[in-house]
T-cell receptor, first 112, second 114 residues
């Protein structure tokens, strides 16, 4: 798992509440990514980071924000959760942009 | 439109048998192709990576092939084990200048039965 942890592993929340998911890595990888995985869709990139305080949008970034204040931590925030954001969220890291991505165990989020 | 299509969608085989999973892609410009294995409830784990010039690459009982002309890849699993039960995902990287994008397939769900 390249030393990647995600917290919480499971969360149930209500529509309209803020939610923050945390990804922590011990590999000192420069790149970090947030994906969501839903039935009928391949993994979809939400946001990624290419360094401390350097982030960019992925293909499904609406409704999500991220922050990276330290190399090892990458936070994903849903400012006001909606039912369409019910999903499994994966964090991944890579040494360089073209290198293999290593994935965390995932967070299952349910928005009621 | 960049797409990655995998077949079959699901597959059931008996332990000890071989199987082959397919990946067809329409991605341009092509950079590389990876196969990932995803166990239920866990994140994907990389099995192989293949670049344009590589035809075959093995990782233990897993052998991936790539035909860049026909834009097809396959993953062959030899002497399957119960632990091979998982989803196998094909991912193609497109790299146009500074615009790098990964296009993920939906995966093939493999069940290996005793």
């Amino acid at each position: 798992d390249a030393g990647i942890t995600q917290s919480p592993r499971h969360k149930v929340t209500e529509t309209g509440t803020p939610v923050t998911l945390r990804c922590h890595q011990t590999e000192n990888h420069r790149y970090m990514y947030w994906y969501r995985q839903d039935p009928g869709h391949g993994l979809r990139l939400i946001h990624y980071s290419y360094g401390v305080k350097d982030t960019d949008k992925g293909e499904v970034s609406d409704g999500y924000s991220v922050s990276r204040s330290k190399t090892e931590d990458f936070l994903l925030t849903l400012e006001s959760a909606t039912s369409s954001q019910t999903s499994v969220y994966f964090c991944a890291t890579s040494l360089g942009s073209m290198d293999t991505q290593y994935f965390g165990p995932g967070t299952r989020l349910t928005v009621l | 439109k960049n797409q990655v299509e995998q077949s079959p969608q699901s597959l059931i085989i008996l332990e000890g048998k071989n199987c082959t999973l397919q990946c067809n892609y329409t991605v341009s410009p092509f950079s590389n192709l990876r196969w990932y294995k995803q166990d239920t409830g866990r994140g994907p784990v990389s099995l192989t990576i293949m670049t344009f010039s590589e035809n075959t690459k093995s990782n233990g009982r897993y052998t991936a092939t790539l035909d860049a002309d026909t834009k097809q890849s396959s993953l062959h699993i030899t002497a399957s084990q119960l632990s091979d039960s998982a989803s196998y995902i094909c991912v193609v990287t497109s790299n146009a200048g500074n615009n790098r994008k990964l296009i993920w397939g939906l995966g093939t769900s493999l069940a290996v039965n005793p």
